[in-house]
């Protein structure tokens, strides 16, 4: 997989920055999602999954001030950003990673999060096997929360929320290189509709939840069971 800054044809400085140009209500979807994560335990293990630049870990090292994070990553050069931003905290119990969380073992942890990093995995078939692994590896009542591209299936509605994306674009590219930036990203992308996404968690072995929707992005919340189905473990 090309590196995010490849993908997105920027420098790894100016991420921060961009991405707000590229993703609308960016801010108001980490927000959401860290606020999501309801801590149950007093010092919750939080393991964001293609942490990047640790936008989303910062929210959840604030919203939740006494958990722990392991970041996951394969990116070198965001992962020094991330560790530029997180350990400015001075905060202990926060370990970055050089990992791709499709493939190193899962730790066992409260939580999951993932911001705008779930559609790199593009068949069914591999995202229900993540699915399953992060059930498997969270502990009772622990969730996964993930912001992401989920849009309408309806073409219609579809459609629309493409238009919506576009204008937000056009806030800062030409109406050309805004189309040509989502085709782009097309190329590399899986953009799963939400109600697929909602499917492949339930069969997985979550209980879901909506907790944000606006245009073609969500962030949802999915939760495994105090009582959780075995899985085989071929399947995981």
């Keep these: 997989m090309m590196s995010v800054a490849t993908h997105l044809r920027i420098r790894v400085a100016e991420y921060d920055r961009v991405i707000r140009t590229f993703i ?20 919750p293990l939080i393991v964001d999954l293609g942490t990047g630049t640790g936008a989303l870990a910062a929210h959840c090292l604030r919203a939740v001030p006494n958990s722990r994070l392991i970041g996951l990553d394969t990116d070198p050069e965001m992962l020094a950003v991330a560790a530029r931003r997180l350990r400015a905290r001075q905060r202990y119990g926060i370990e ?36 399953r692994r992060c059930l498997h590896a969270l502990c009772a009542g622990g969730a996964l929360v993930s912001i992401d591209c989920m849009p309408p299936s309806q073409l219609d509605l579809y459609a ?40 492949m968690l339930h069969t997985a072995g979550f209980r879901v939840e909506i907790v944000w929707r606006r245009g073609p992005f969500a962030v949802v919340r999915a939760e495994k069971p105090r009582t959780s189905r075995a899985m085989p473990a071929a399947l995981l």
């Excluded at 609308?24 to 010092?43: D, F, G, K, T």
């Design 24 to 43: 609308p209500n960016y801010q108001e979807m980490l927000s959401v999602a860290a606020a999501a994560l309801r801590p149950r335990s007093a010092s």
């Design 96 to 131: 970055l990673k050089q990992q791709s969380f499709t493939r190193c073992a899962l730790p066992r942890a409260d939580y999951f999060t993932a911001g705008i990093s779930l559609h790199h995995v593009r068949t069914r078939i591999t995202k229900i096997k993540l699915y």
């Design 160 to 199: 629309q929320a493409k238009r919506a994306w576009i204008r937000h674009l056009e806030r800062t590219y030409s109406t050309r290189n805004a189309r040509a930036h989502l085709a782009a990203w097309a190329k590399e992308d899986r953009y799963f509709p939400l109600d697929q996404e909602l499917d």
